[in-house]
């Protein structure tokens, strides 16, 4: 879709019209949308190549919706971080489109619950420590050289959740990400409601803008310090750790390895530099390059990439059955993809993390670390907690919110 500019007022207007149920709202630094409604849903696809066979699914459905007459050439929703499970994509009814949000920075996040949060981890804190320890012993007993181990957080509370407000903090907090809510399906099962995947992700995993292809991997991570000099030297100790180049450098071969086949030129750095959200350092690196076919579209490239070792580890396999073994919950929609993608092939894809899925009067928060040989559990149980604030500080919790087991 060509760029248009409009007034940042458009962008702040999409943001208000969000309404969980019905809409899907995806912020980046350079676009905002919003979609509201079904007209067709993406038949659900399952086994070990779904994932791959997923690009050629969607262009059929948006062939259709189109000679159905409808004109809205763009499918948005989720990818799950299991590629041999269905991703959640639909073609909407309507589609909005504004440039970039902006906000004024003085004003205050507002609670989105008036009342007191049931926090339940999931593994507890002990449980996390032992499945780091876990990973580590098999990294020196294996080929494995990276897994991403993960936590959740249970949050119950007795009065329903402002998605809306919830949506607009994470928004207002983290202007330079992406920002995304996404309607889920109901779970087989459940006993009914909406469900919502909700985030504010520092993370692109890849866009397209013609032939123009863009990733922006992160690996490596520091908490931010609310002591300006404390939190300068987190940035340069980040910088300057061998552990933690050493994880980026993993991501930054796969992503250019998995990007390569498709692109004439690529263009990987030599090295990482800095980026920051209002919690969190992270060593990141922009891969661009320049698309061989135009046929290529969005949804192919973050087929191939997913899920890179920034999310789940190197190599893929071992790192994907570690997951299995060592942690106690289903990802879902974690750690996979959230964007969009139109009929031309443009779109931009992110990294869903820094998230949760939410109903009514709960959520579910999930924070991981990437565990590499150098790894110690206490620091990767500390970054985990460290993550979790992006969520916590949208919900009003506060900067300084600690996760009690």
Request: with cysteine; glycine share 8%.
């Amino acid at each position: 879709m060509s760029e248009r500019p409009m007034a940042q007022t458009l962008a702040t207007q999409l943001l208000d019209s969000y309404e969980a149920g019905s809409s899907f709202f995806f912020a980046s630094p350079k676009r905002t949308l919003l979609t509201r409604g079904t007209f067709a849903t993406v038949p659900p696809l399952e086994g070990p190549d779904a994932l791959q066979r997923l690009p050629e699914h969607v262009t059929r459905v948006l062939n259709e919706a189109r000679d159905s007459g409808h004109d809205i050439p763009v499918v948005v929703g989720a990818v799950p971080f299991d590629g041999s499970l269905s991703s959640h994509l639909v073609v909407p009814m309507t589609f909005q489109r504004g440039g970039p949000l902006s906000f004024d920075t003085a004003s205050p996040a507002r609670p989105s619950s008036t009342a007191r949060y049931t926090v339940r981890p999931v593994p507890e804190p002990a449980a996390y420590l032992h499945g780091v320890a876990q990973a580590l012993e098999l990294m020196r007993s294996s080929p494995l050289r990276k897994v991403v181990l993960s936590r959740s957080l249970h949050l119950d509370t007795p009065t329903p959740i402002d998605l809306t407000q919830l949506l607009r903090n994470l928004a207002q907090r983290n202007t330079a990400g992406y920002t995304f809510a996404v309607d889920l399906p109901t779970q087989p099962g459940a006993s009914g409601g909406r469900r919502t995947l909700i985030g504010a992700s520092p993370e692109l995993l890849v866009s397209r803008s013609g032939l123009q292809v863009l990733a922006n991997p992160l690996a490596g991570s520091a908490a931010r310090s609310a002591d300006p000099v404390e939190d300068q030297r987190r940035a340069s100790a980040l910088m300057a750790s061998p552990k933690d180049l050493h994880e980026h450098a993993v991501v930054i071969d796969a992503v250019a390895e998995a990007l390569r086949p498709y692109c004439k030129t690529l263009d990987v750095p030599a090295g990482p530099s800095l980026i920051h959200t209002p919690t969190m350092w992270h060593l990141s690196s922009r891969i661009s390059g320049e698309l061989k076919d135009p046929s290529i579209s969005s949804l192919t490239l973050a087929a191939a990439m997913h899920p890179t070792p920034a999310v789940c580890g190197f190599p893929t396999r071992l790192a994907h059955e570690a997951i299995g073994s060592i942690e106690p919950f289903d990802r879902g929609f974690y750690t996979g993809t959230v964007g969009w993608c139109d009929a031309t092939g443009d779109g931009q894809w992110a990294v869903t993390i820094r998230c949760a899925e939410a109903d009514e009067r709960t959520l579910r928060l999930f924070a991981g670390a990437g565990i590499v040989v150098g790894s110690t559990p206490e620091s990767e149980l500390a970054e985990t907690e460290a993550k979790f604030r992006t969520m916590l500080q949208a919900m009003g919790l506060g900067q300084t919110a600690e996760v009690q087991p």
